[in-house]
């Protein structure tokens, strides 16, 4: 299980390296971000899309007080990538996400 997302510290001003979540795709390890690329070129969204998704729901986790492994957080966003893939224009990757967020929640979290 990643450790990255298990320790999430509530204390804002928290410096330590497991409390706060990496923030940027490129900031994973090697084969974290190996299995994003993967994931990113199958969809029509920019990198930037990703990132802002990717961030948007680490803040929603958060602010349930619930962690999830990377590879659950881009399972989701993939699943979010995948339902609008062939609407034209293409849809908000974070406001899709929102909406599925609100409406459906998260399965394969864990409460902090």
Same mark, same amino acid.
């Given at each position: 299980?990643?450790?990255?997302?298990?320790?999430?510290?509530?204390?804002?001003?928290?410096?330590?390296?497991?409390?706060?979540?990496?923030?940027?795709?490129?900031?994973?390890?090697?084969?974290?971000?190996?299995?994003?690329?993967?994931?990113? *070129?199958?969809?029509? %969204?920019?990198? &930037?899309?990703?990132?802002?998704?990717? $961030?948007? +729901?680490?803040?929603?986790?958060?602010?349930?007080?619930?962690?999830?492994?990377?590879?659950?957080?881009?399972?989701?966003?993939?699943?979010?990538?995948?339902?609008?893939?062939?609407?034209?224009?293409?849809?908000?990757?974070?406001? *899709?996400?929102?909406? %599925?967020?609100? &409406?459906?929640?998260?399965?394969?979290? $864990?409460? +902090?």
């Amino acid at each position: 299980m990643n450790n990255f997302y298990l320790k999430i510290c509530l204390n804002k001003s928290c410096s330590h390296s497991k409390c706060v979540p990496k923030q940027s795709i490129s900031e994973l390890t090697e084969v974290e971000r190996y299995d994003w690329y993967e994931t990113m *070129t199958h969809y029509a %969204f920019d990198l &930037k899309d990703w990132e802002d998704a990717r $961030t948007l +729901l680490i803040s929603y986790l958060f602010k349930d007080r619930k962690t999830a492994e990377e590879s659950e957080i881009r399972s989701y966003l993939s699943c979010c990538a995948e339902s609008v893939s062939g609407s034209t224009p293409l849809p908000n990757l974070s406001s *899709t996400l929102s909406e %599925f967020y609100i &409406k459906f929640g998260m399965e394969g979290t $864990t409460n +902090l």
